[in-house]
């Protein structure tokens, strides 16, 4: 009987479906097991290849860990709200809720096209009313509540209210945004309003001006990594940093917690370093810097306060909220100029760009206070507002931005740590003798920062304190397609969160999603909406994409329940995630957003564990050829030319510049390889891809190609080649080396597209995809079939006992296959299969035994090959509600013992003993061997050295 992978795949497809093979519950006696994907976005581009990566990996260990007796929990859905589906609605009227359903199909049909183990009654969607209504509750849980440091957690707010009206806030130790303090008399003293300015200083989540990165034309605020060059990265529409009211959530509250709780999970080294250097905990000074002819202070905070006789100048950030009152008439022009520069400016460039400085000076002064002298205080987009208090003491000789910013502006450098005792060591490295620095001269630097951090206490400039680069994190967009802020507004602004019962909030009904201008977001629009008949107003701000994210884990241990976010049963049951696979780029926003809501809630006692993911793995990239075309950049006689990567060298000598151009692989004959290329036939049919360039040169070495003609180079043969540049890169729908795993699939076969992305490296690792590769793989899974068919296809599986050799290639197989999924090596499984079914096949093994066996242990990797073989084996329920093959260490036991044996330390023969042999035996047996004889007769044997179960070497003399 043929292997036929498509029609055996649609069969159990339906069978799995029909059966509810995979729907699970928490009411179950067995051992719980968590395997969690990282749900994707439905982009209208649908999955390529590379996306299925994670989820094939996570379902072979959540059908490895069914098969070993778990009760598996392995769910799937949608991150569902978001920009792309708003954009596309206002270019073509298509409402996002519509277009987010047709992808949110396509995609369903292409995971259920691999045969995934998902159990898809969980499926959530993040812009369905039953799930967001959630997504409000947690919000409005936050805004209700504030971190008390002393008690390392949330609590409700109204317990700080009690406090105030008690006692004021001096001595309350909460996380907070507040800059005055005020006794119970003066709390009690505010009106409605001002009390409820203080508390939006002190609640999780709060609203307050920032600086965000605004697109007029897209309407919303934009995070860095969606601004590139001063634009959108979508559209390309010009960004400007500009002050507004957006909602925040207190992430920092959680600083500590976040960085100190790494500890307790099982996340690679590598992605626990990129968090703990996001949240950047660092121990310095705050302090105080006068301002010359002013009453007013500049409030910086350093790590090095030991150089501080060092700082010869100071910068703040273009937003600070001193730069107009320190502006002087005569630099008005300049600051505004600048101003208007920095405006256009990212947040993330400004950070990245080091090798442009750029400043401008105030006119204005500080005064050092130890050095007592004068300073010039300047602005530098270096310096961010919302990092740290928005300024910085400059100290030249030893930090590298304020050095380029001192030499280009002409500016004092004074050097104050000597580290010529310390080759090697960098500006960055706390290491050193301080020197030109008074009291501290000759101290080592640690000594020095302990000494000036005292100075600084006992002499009143400022006090020790911890600062964080964590920043809170904006939750505010000016867009349509996103949750609604279960927040209203009574007639002063004084913000309230929605009683659970009126939730959720849903989104009204709108033709029109494009946004409003002057930062009002389109729900503005809806003024029936926005205008209650109580005379408070909504929230029109919309959620990020990041909202739904943050919790999502949660709700699939409960999806249907309308009551409560997750019952306690379901949630102490299923706890937490045991396995989480995404890839980095979330390595920090979804991450440490879903952390943080975790704990809240934990502090809460909703849930009973403090980290949402105990293991996570972060997928590499399954990467994709694009193949280039070379264009000079100038036109020649008004056309483009193209030419062969050959003569690029040659050309580049006479002047000419070239840019590279992707083209569509599937044009290029030989793609992938060295010497890829277009011929004719490439060429015509990617002009008529691109018929911008239908009257373009295309030059080879032997011909050249235009207007439909080629012509043959004076003196060469006339063939048409154009060498392309081949390198492995994103997979892109921009490089067009995008592969569909529908067309692979029809073509192979789900299991062996499952099986072929497992083998072809490390799951952790970036590799290529090369659909050439493929055909081991479906060969293989046809060995594989073969194995219970004889050589007329006929059904060949025998009842009769397995030898000793058959059992060891089972075991063998069974016991590195455990081996490597438990640590997650799917590609060394893969390459353990095609050895197993070689070394079955040579032994002409047919027997029921081995091949029952095989098929469960295949049955996670090829789970449509193993059903199918399974039922024909006669078993009755799924091969998936089966058990994992268990080891039995016996059979792997050697029997006998190839031994090498050398005469002087050259091998002469080799020869087989029982495994037990001793070594006294081996000695005297080995010598009465005719082949060692010839070697040994008339010589003096002095020595025969027995290394057990290795080698025999025999010395002689002469």
Same mark, same amino acid.
């Given at each position: 009987?043929?292997?036929?992978?498509?029609?055996?795949?649609?069969?159990?497809? #339906?069978?799995?479906?029909?059966?509810?093979?995979?729907?699970?519950?928490?009411?179950?006696?067995?051992?719980?097991?968590?395997?969690?994907?990282?749900?994707?976005?439905?982009?209208?581009?649908?999955?390529?290849?590379?996306?299925?990566?994670?989820?094939?990996?996570?379902?072979?260990?959540?059908?490895?860990?069914?098969?070993?007796?778990?009760?598996?929990?392995?769910?799937?859905?949608?991150?569902?709200?978001?920009?792309?589906?708003?954009?596309?609605?206002?270019?073509?009227?298509?409402?996002?809720?519509?277009?987010?359903?047709?992808?949110?199909?396509?995609?369903?049909?292409?995971?259920?096209?691999?045969?995934?183990?998902?159990?898809?009654?969980?499926?959530?969607?993040?812009?369905?009313?039953?799930?967001?209504?959630?997504?409000?509750?947690?919000?409005?849980?936050?805004?209700?509540?504030?971190?008390?440091?002393?008690?390392?957690?949330?609590?409700?707010?109204?317990?700080?209210?009690?406090?105030?009206?008690?006692?004021?806030?001096?001595?309350?130790?909460?996380?907070?945004?507040?800059?005055?303090?005020?006794?119970?008399?003066?709390?009690?003293?505010?009106?409605?309003?001002?009390?409820?300015?203080?508390?939006?200083?002190?609640?999780?989540?709060?609203?307050?001006?920032?600086?965000?990165?605004?697109?007029?034309?897209?309407?919303?605020?934009?995070?860095?990594?969606?601004?590139?060059?001063?634009?959108?990265?979508?559209?390309?529409?010009?960004?400007?940093?500009?002050?507004?009211?957006?909602?925040?959530?207190?992430?920092?509250?959680?600083?500590?917690?976040?960085?100190?709780?790494?500890?307790?999970?099982?996340?690679?080294?590598?992605?626990?370093?990129?968090?703990?250097?996001?949240?950047?905990?660092?121990?310095?000074?705050?302090?105080?810097?006068?301002?010359?002819?002013?009453?007013?202070?500049?409030?910086?905070?350093?790590?090095?306060?030991?150089?501080?006789?060092?700082?010869?100048?100071?910068?703040? #950030?273009?937003?600070?909220?001193?730069?107009?009152?320190?502006?002087?008439?005569?630099?008005?022009?300049?600051?505004?100029?600048?101003?208007?520069?920095?405006?256009?400016?990212?947040?993330?460039?400004?950070?990245?760009?080091?090798?442009?400085?750029?400043?401008?000076?105030?006119?204005?002064?500080?005064?050092?206070?130890?050095?007592?002298?004068?300073?010039?205080?300047?602005?530098?987009?270096?310096?961010?507002?919302?990092?740290?208090?928005?300024?910085?003491?400059?100290?030249?000789?030893?930090?590298?931005?304020?050095?380029?910013?001192?030499?280009?502006?002409?500016?004092?450098?004074?050097?104050?740590?000597?580290?010529?005792?310390?080759?090697?060591?960098?500006?960055?490295?706390?290491?050193?003798?301080?020197?030109?620095?008074?009291?501290?001269?000759?101290?080592?630097?640690?000594?020095?920062?302990?000494?000036?951090?005292?100075?600084?206490?006992?002499?009143?400039?400022?006090?020790?304190?911890?600062?964080?680069?964590?920043?809170?994190?904006?939750?505010?967009?000016?867009?349509?397609?996103?949750?609604?802020?279960?927040?209203?507004?009574?007639?002063?602004?004084?913000?309230? #969160?929605?009683?659970?019962?009126?939730?959720?909030?849903?989104?009204?009904?709108?033709?029109?999603?494009?946004?409003?201008?002057?930062?009002?977001?389109?729900?503005?629009?809806?003024?029936?909406?926005?205008?209650?008949?109580?005379?408070?107003?909504?929230?029109?701000?919309?959620?990020?994409?990041?909202?739904?994210?943050?919790?999502?884990?949660?709700?699939?241990?409960?999806?249907?329940?309308?009551?409560?976010?997750?019952?306690?049963?379901?949630?102490?049951?299923?706890?937490?995630?045991?396995?989480?696979?995404?890839?980095? =780029?979330?390595?920090?926003?979804?991450?440490?957003?879903?952390?943080?809501?975790?704990?809240?809630?934990?502090?809460?006692?909703?849930?009973?564990?403090?980290?949402?993911?105990?293991?996570?793995?972060?997928?590499?990239?399954?990467?994709?050829?694009?193949?280039?075309?070379?264009?000079?950049?100038?036109?020649?006689?008004?056309?483009?030319?193209?030419?062969?990567?050959?003569?690029?060298?040659?050309?580049?000598?006479?002047?000419?510049?070239?840019?590279?151009?992707?083209?569509?692989?599937?044009?290029?004959?030989?793609?992938?390889?060295?010497?890829?290329?277009?011929?004719?036939?490439?060429?015509?049919?990617?002009?008529?891809?691109?018929?911008?360039?239908?009257?373009?040169?295309?030059?080879?070495?032997?011909?050249?190609?235009?207007?439909?003609?080629?012509? #043959?180079?004076?003196?060469?043969?006339?063939?048409?080649?154009?060498?392309?540049?081949?390198?492995?890169?994103?997979?892109?729908?921009?490089?067009?080396?995008?592969?569909?795993?529908?067309?692979?699939?029809?073509?192979?076969?789900?299991?062996?597209?499952?099986?072929?992305?497992?083998?072809?490296?490390?799951?952790?690792?970036?590799?290529?995809?090369?659909?050439?590769?493929?055909?081991?793989?479906?060969?293989?899974?046809?060995?594989?079939?073969?194995?219970?068919?004889?050589?007329?296809?006929?059904?060949?599986?025998?009842?009769?006992?397995?030898?000793? =050799?058959?059992?060891?290639?089972?075991?063998?197989?069974?016991?590195?296959?455990?081996?490597?999924?438990?640590?997650?090596?799917?590609?060394?499984?893969?390459?353990?299969?095609?050895?197993?079914?070689?070394?079955?096949?040579?032994?002409?093994?047919?027997?029921?035994?081995?091949?029952?066996?095989?098929?469960?242990?295949?049955?996670?990797?090829?789970?449509?090959?193993?059903?199918?073989?399974?039922?024909?084996?006669?078993?009755?329920?799924?091969?998936?509600?089966?058990?994992?093959?268990?080891?039995?260490?016996?059979?792997?036991?050697?029997?006998?013992?190839?031994?090498?044996?050398?005469?002087?330390?050259?091998?002469?023969?080799?020869?087989?003993?029982?495994?037990?042999?001793?070594?006294?035996?081996?000695?005297?047996?080995?010598?009465?061997?005719?082949?060692?004889?010839?070697?040994?007769?008339?010589?003096?044997?002095?020595?025969?050295?027995?290394?057990?179960?290795?080698?025999?070497?025999?010395?002689?003399?002469?």
């Amino acid at each position: 009987m043929e292997y036929k992978p498509r029609e055996i795949e649609k069969k159990w497809k #339906a069978y799995w479906d029909e059966h509810k093979v995979y729907k699970v519950s928490h009411q179950s006696d067995r051992p719980k097991f968590y395997v969690l994907d990282m749900f994707p976005y439905p982009s209208g581009a649908g999955l390529h290849v590379g996306h299925p990566l994670g989820y094939i990996a996570s379902d072979i260990y959540a059908r490895y860990k069914r098969l070993k007796g778990f009760n598996v929990l392995h769910p799937m859905g949608y991150d569902a709200f978001g920009l792309p589906a708003e954009q596309y609605a206002i270019t073509t009227g298509v409402h996002p809720a519509k277009s987010t359903a047709e992808n949110i199909a396509r995609y369903r049909e292409q995971l259920d096209n691999l045969g995934f183990s998902f159990d898809w009654d969980r499926e959530v969607r993040t812009c369905e009313p039953a799930y967001y209504k959630w997504t409000q509750w947690i919000f409005a849980e936050l805004f209700k509540h504030y971190y008390d440091k002393e008690l390392n957690k949330a609590m409700p707010i109204e317990t700080l209210v009690a406090r105030f009206a008690k006692e004021g806030n001096t001595k309350v130790n909460a996380a907070n945004s507040q800059d005055k303090t005020f006794s119970a008399a003066e709390w009690q003293a505010m009106s409605n309003k001002e009390q409820a300015d203080v508390l939006m200083n002190y609640r999780l989540a709060y609203k307050k001006a920032s600086y965000v990165n605004w697109c007029e034309a897209l309407g919303t605020v934009l995070a860095n990594d969606e601004v590139k060059d001063g634009v959108s990265e979508r559209g390309g529409h010009p960004v400007e940093r500009r002050a507004m009211m957006q909602w925040s959530l207190r992430i920092t509250a959680y600083a500590d917690r976040l960085l100190y709780d790494l500890e307790n999970i099982d996340w690679s080294d590598a992605m626990k370093r990129m968090q703990g250097n996001w949240i950047g905990r660092s121990v310095g000074a705050q302090m105080f810097f006068p301002i010359v002819g002013s009453e007013q202070k500049i409030e910086i905070f350093t790590t090095r306060p030991d150089t501080i006789f060092g700082a010869t100048y100071m910068v703040i #950030a273009p937003e600070h909220d001193l730069v107009p009152s320190l502006t002087t008439p005569d630099q008005q022009e300049k600051v505004a100029a600048y101003l208007t520069y920095v405006k256009a400016r990212s947040e993330r460039e400004r950070m990245a760009d080091v090798k442009e400085v750029t400043g401008a000076f105030l006119g204005s002064y500080a005064i050092n206070p130890f050095t007592e002298e004068q300073i010039p205080i300047w602005i530098g987009e270096y310096v961010l507002k919302d990092y740290g208090t928005g300024a910085i003491m400059a100290v030249p000789s030893d930090d590298d931005r304020d050095d380029a910013f001192a030499r280009k502006f002409g500016l004092k450098i004074i050097d104050v740590v000597d580290k010529s005792n310390y080759p090697g060591s960098t500006r960055h490295d706390k290491e050193g003798i301080i020197i030109n620095s008074g009291f501290l001269n000759g101290m080592e630097v640690p000594a020095a920062i302990d000494e000036m951090l005292n100075r600084i206490e006992s002499m009143g400039l400022g006090k020790r304190q911890v600062n964080y680069k964590l920043r809170d994190a904006l939750f505010s967009r000016q867009r349509y397609w996103g949750e609604p802020f279960p927040i209203t507004y009574d007639a002063e602004g004084i913000a309230q #969160a929605m009683a659970p019962a009126d939730l959720p909030l849903e989104l009204p009904d709108m033709d029109d999603f494009k946004p409003s201008t002057g930062g009002q977001a389109p729900l503005a629009r809806a003024t029936e909406w926005v205008n209650l008949p109580d005379g408070t107003t909504r929230e029109t701000d919309t959620m990020p994409g990041s909202a739904g994210s943050s919790w999502y884990f949660l709700r699939y241990m409960d999806p249907q329940n309308d009551q409560e976010f997750a019952s306690q049963d379901a949630v102490n049951y299923w706890q937490d995630v045991d396995l989480y696979i995404g890839g980095t =780029e979330h390595a920090v926003g979804h991450l440490m957003y879903s952390r943080m809501w975790h704990k809240f809630l934990y502090d809460k006692g909703l849930v009973p564990t403090n980290e949402p993911f105990k293991k996570l793995i972060n997928q590499g990239m399954i990467q994709g050829v694009v193949e280039n075309l070379y264009m000079q950049k100038d036109k020649v006689n008004g056309v483009n030319r193209f030419v062969c990567a050959s003569l690029v060298a040659a050309e580049e000598a006479k002047g000419h510049k070239f840019t590279k151009l992707p083209v569509l692989v599937d044009y290029v004959s030989d793609y992938g390889l060295p010497g890829s290329y277009l011929n004719e036939a490439g060429i015509k049919q990617f002009i008529e891809w691109r018929p911008d360039y239908a009257q373009a040169i295309f030059e080879g070495p032997e011909a050249i190609f235009q207007n439909g003609k080629v012509t #043959a180079k004076s003196g060469k043969s006339g063939a048409l080649q154009l060498i392309t540049q081949s390198e492995v890169g994103k997979m892109s729908k921009s490089l067009y080396n995008v592969i569909n795993p529908d067309d692979v699939v029809e073509q192979y076969g789900a299991d062996c597209f499952r099986m072929y992305e497992m083998f072809l490296g490390p799951i952790e690792q970036a590799k290529p995809w090369d659909t050439k590769g493929i055909s081991g793989v479906y060969n293989f899974l046809r060995k594989f079939w073969g194995l219970f068919y004889d050589k007329t296809g006929n059904w060949n599986v025998s009842d009769a006992e397995p030898s000793r =050799e058959e059992l060891k290639i089972l075991h063998t197989a069974i016991k590195r296959i455990t081996d490597d999924v438990e640590r997650y090596s799917f590609n060394t499984c893969v390459s353990t299969f095609m050895i197993a079914t070689n070394d079955l096949q040579k032994a002409a093994c047919n027997k029921l035994e081995i091949l029952e066996e095989m098929v469960q242990l295949i049955a996670p990797f090829a789970p449509h090959l193993a059903e199918e073989l399974w039922h024909q084996l006669g078993k009755s329920g799924s091969v998936h509600h089966a058990r994992f093959p268990v080891l039995n260490e016996e059979y792997l036991i050697e029997d006998t013992i190839e031994y090498p044996v050398q005469i002087n330390g050259k091998l002469r023969t080799t020869v087989a003993f029982a495994a037990d042999t001793t070594p006294q035996v081996l000695e005297k047996a080995v010598l009465e061997l005719e082949a060692v004889q010839k070697w040994t007769e008339g010589k003096e044997v002095k020595k025969v050295i027995v290394v057990p179960k290795r080698m025999i070497n025999i010395v002689v003399a002469g």
